[in-house]
């Protein structure tokens, strides 16, 4: 063992990986780490048996429509009908093929969207931190663990400050454990383990290293889900619904087809071929492809998010996101760019300018106009070494450029640090810490406690109304000297007038002690040091955001920590805060609920708040029936996040537990990505109300016409073979390309979609109807005509024939009428949908090869159609644009556009 103590296996018991767990304190090398990846596998819980390939096609034989249609292709066999009984045949295979590619495609996607969801480890290899997924840890990996942080992998601790960590979803115990890097003697129980951090489990305080004892089902959280069966996996409530609406569809159409057999048997038509066309008719009218293509498009619209930088971890978030209302969105890194430059400090009753941008440790430190050496200003020292010393970010040399681990404002501490001359590996290694007191949002501090050549030092930052109350004393010349009340006003009038401009604002505070000081000490009694305004510009996007935000009826509240001038000044920027209005956390506290219901509803801007006053905003806001979306970042935004209807977290600056805690996760932690998101709901919930649309309507069609032909005493207008067919040809291609047309123009020019209406309100039920009666009638007055009219051959057949030809086209017409609830085809135009366009292609030349190649006219009934009757069924079916172009002038249905952004 390299770098671990003796003690470190008596919680390792036999495992052969517990007895490789060598690790020097730099971590593991790269080639370590891939050699054991191969050895003990992925860093994963088998949540139990995949589905294969085969198993779904075969799964889809299951349908009893399908195996009573088999049997009656058999049957026809037996009877003498070989040739119609090969070509149903050959249709199912075909129809079971597709259902097949659907299925496999939803199940892919959905298992891809895991993988992307898939959490990430903060760990030291080759003597460096770094981020890799938690899947590919391995035994004797060091990981580091921070507040928030979830743990990836059973770990011994190797280190730890203060570390507490929430064992409640492993031993059920409510209280957080405190951690420690010692020895325990003999054999304890799972939550007496103290010296242990368990997979699943998560750190809500403090920080720590461990040294990955167990991956995989190896660890105790994967012992336990061994024991388990696999959990299956939840449907979104518009999957649900939409099984619900199938199921009662069919029951529907069967009724109806087992009404229309009998009716043909008793009319006299053959016993056989009713059964195998009811059954036919069946197999096209029922919906069955309905949940999987749902999800198809749920699926690739979250990919499609995903190429937006944001990853929807919560399917049923991509319903509602169409449905938001209010977005309660954090301020740096999301409406600004996070990218902290130190632009101005104060300290030893001074203020000095910094120059220099980014991450580039160089820039000129400077006092009214004249650059001055950080040497020879001892009070400015004492503050940069504050913020060297009270600091969990890393700053590194990548070549040809300089990069940050951590939090991008400790990153600016320790930039400006550098310009100042300062070695920060130097200095961090002369002066050991000992303890810390982590930064809480509600402390909005944070301490630490180091161990030099002089003694023992406290350095503490933060809000700077927090420090200032812990301060007694300042560096005034280079020495320390009383605090008295009028000094404290004038370092927070001078903390105002930067917050004013727009300046993030930090204090910096620090103590001499020669010995350790006690825990309920170290942050009284401390020296005010100075001051740092850092400059986070606003995002350059973030106003387009805003403004499509207001096109879209949504309302925006920038909801911070900061300071409240600072976050007044931001908003202006960005044209948020137009009436100046803003509430602080304090003015919070003191509103009972009726004046926050109120408040909610006139305020943009929310300024030091705790993650305990989102949560009473989002409560405000639901009380007043908004769908919100609650941005956060730190471990205790998650209750805030799970309240809010869509929990945006995170993905740069966002803890662990807030990711998990978020339905959606932001990749880049931009609020143009939050609106983007909004804006993909509402185009993947307008495609499946198109394909919805497009099929229910379709089958409504036909099963009208074959019920009005028996119920009118007429031959059946279609026979099995063509039923078949035109539920594979209109219902597969062209119906998937709807669920994945492009947006309509207005699409975030409308108001948010209701949550509690059905997918078919706004006389979206009417648009179908509409379709399928007009269809049916169409086809219908064809099959009079071209029977009664004078032919060669049996007229019933040559009529089945044109209003099979008839029916597929008029449905192929009525998929460009679906692209929109709204706007006219004419309007969108014929080529906005390439995929429609290349489906609809591929299906007319299958049926022109139907319709005019002999082999293939016997068995689906087909003839080469007169100019006049390919006139006729031209015409006919293209009356149906004109008919739903006027219902939709008509019954105007579908989201209404907004009359202003409020």
Known sequence: MQGLPDHFWYTCGPDEACQRMDSSPAGLTATQARERLAEFGYNEIVSGEKVTAWQLFLAQFKNVLIVILLAAVVLSFVVGEPIEAAVILVILIFAVTLGFIQEFRAE???????????????????????????????????????????????????????????????????????????PIEGEVALGDRTNMAFMGTHAVYGRGAGVVAATGMKTEFGKIAAALSGVEERKTPLQRNLDDLGKKLAIAALAVVIIIVLLGIARGEDLLEMFIWGIAVAVAVVPEALPAVVTISLAVGVKRMVARNALIRKLPAVETLGSTT?????????????????????????????????????????????????????????????????NDAHLYHDGDQWTIMGDPTEAALLVVAAKAGIDLEETAAAHERVSEIPFTSERKMMTTVARGAGGYAVYTKGAVEEVIERCVALVVGGREEPLDGAMAAQIIEEADTAAEAGYRVLAGAYRREPQEPGEEEIEKNLVFAGLWAMKDPPRPEAREALDKCRQAGIRVAMVTGDHQKTAIAIARELGLAENGQAVNGLELEKMDDDRLDQVVNEVSVYARVSPAHKLRIVEALHRNGHIVAMTGDGVNDAPALKQSDIGVAMGIAGTDVTKEAGALVLTDDNFASIVAAVEEGRIIFGNIKKYLMYLLSSNLGEILLVSTAVLSGQPLPLTAIQILYINLATDGLPALALSVDPPERDIMSRQPRDPGKSIFADNVWKLMIIGGVWSAAVNFGIFLWDKSGPVEGDPVVRAQGLVFISLVLIQFFKAYNY???????????????????????????????????????????THAPSLTEWLVVLVGAGTIFPVLELAKKVLKPGDRPVADGN
């Open 326 to 390: 209010f977005i309660a969105t954090d301020k740096t890194g999301t409406l600004t760019q996070n990218k902290m430059v130190v632009k101005s400090l104060f300290a030893d009753d001074r203020r000095f300018a910094v120059a220099g941008e980014g991450y580039l440790p160089e820039g000129e430190i400077s006092h009214e106009g004249r650059a001055v050496s950080a040497a020879g200003e001892p009070g400015l020292m004492q503050l940069l070494q504050v913020g060297v010393l009270c």
């Open 819 to 861: 692209r929109s609830d709204t706007q006219s085809v004419f309007r969108l135009g014929f080529f906005g949908n390439r995929w429609l366009n290349l489906s609809i292609f591929w299906e007319s030349l299958l049926l022109m090869l139907i319709v005019y190649l002999p082999f293939l006219q016997g068995p689906f009934g």
């Open 108 to 182: 892919k996607s959905l298992e891809a969207l895991k993988q992307m969801a898939a959490p990430f480890a903060h760990v030291r290899r080759d003597g460096r931190e770094e981020q890799v997924p938690a899947r590919e840890l391995v035994p004797g990996d060091i990981v580091l663990l921070e507040s928030g942080s979830l743990v990836p992998a059973d770990l011994r601790l190797i280190e730890e400050f203060n570390l507490k960590v929430d064992e409640s979803p492993l031993t059920g115990e409510s209280m957080a454990v405190a951690k420690h890097s010692g």
